[in-house]
């Protein structure tokens, strides 16, 4: 019996998918295809995935010009059960928003106890003394914002706050595994930066569709169809609830169960 990692192997080699990666990606695409080929062999858990959900994780990818190579952190295709997720990391939306060309600094980082002063809630300002660390304990994380015009925005989360986030919006974490569990860091980092982003920053088209295929099964590149099975990223930026069941968004169109 075919495995589902030849199959993966054997999907990139039949010529439709190889133009659509050159299509994309021009002379680079035998690189990326590569890569991929080699990260879903050496990964028993993607190798058991739908293996046309690996490729269209991975043409998001490419789409958006962001490598998959796990250790750079850009962009990841994630199993899910039997079938894979495309997911941005926070240095992918990093790129995508200095792509635009409008932001003069943009960074995410730990925060650590004692570098907090004060918080004003109804203003969203926030002042740190970086001199002040008392311990090695981090207690939130924040990113900061700047664009060209002087616009400028913080936003901060506590530990406790991203922790609470991450158990209402994603399946994985409650059961113990996933990026979360592998990852913590990267995933707090990139749970704020995108809560900045999305709401103060420049969305570009780039950036809205990592946003929204990001953390979902990509049902279509093309019309934009994705199935969100472990959370819905949308909701969970603007912190709306938990949605039961699978939700299928197209362009223009959504449908969901319960």
Known sequence: MTTPALTVKSLLSQQNVKVKFEEILKDRAAGFTANLAVMVNNS?????CDPMTVISAAVVAASLDLPIDPNLGFAHV??????????????????LAQRTGQ???????EIYDGWLVTENPVTGEYEFN????????????AAY????????KTEYWPVDKIEKHARRFSQT??????????????????????????????????MQKAV????????SVEDQEVEYMDNDPIAAVFDEGPVKG?????EGKEQGNA
């Open 130 to 141: 970086f001199s002040a660390k008392k311990s090695d304990t981090i207690i939130g994380y």
């Open 103 to 109: 932001y003069k600094t943009l960074n995410v980082t």
């Open 246 to 250: 699978k939700r299928i968004v197209t």
């Open 145 to 152: 914002l700047k664009l060209l015009n002087g616009f400028e």
């Open 212 to 219: 929204k295929f990001d953390q979902g099964v990509v049902k």
């Open 173 to 206: 974490y409650k059961k113990g595994y996933g990026q979360w569990k592998d990852d913590f860091e990267a995933m707090a980092r990139k749970t704020v930066l995108k809560a900045l982003l999305s709401k103060w920053g420049i969305l570009s088209v780039e």
């Open 44 to 48: 028993a858990a993607l190798s058991k």
């Open 78 to 95: 994630i199993p899910y059960g039997d079938k894979a997720q495309f997911q941005i990391g926070y240095k992918g939306l990093v790129q």
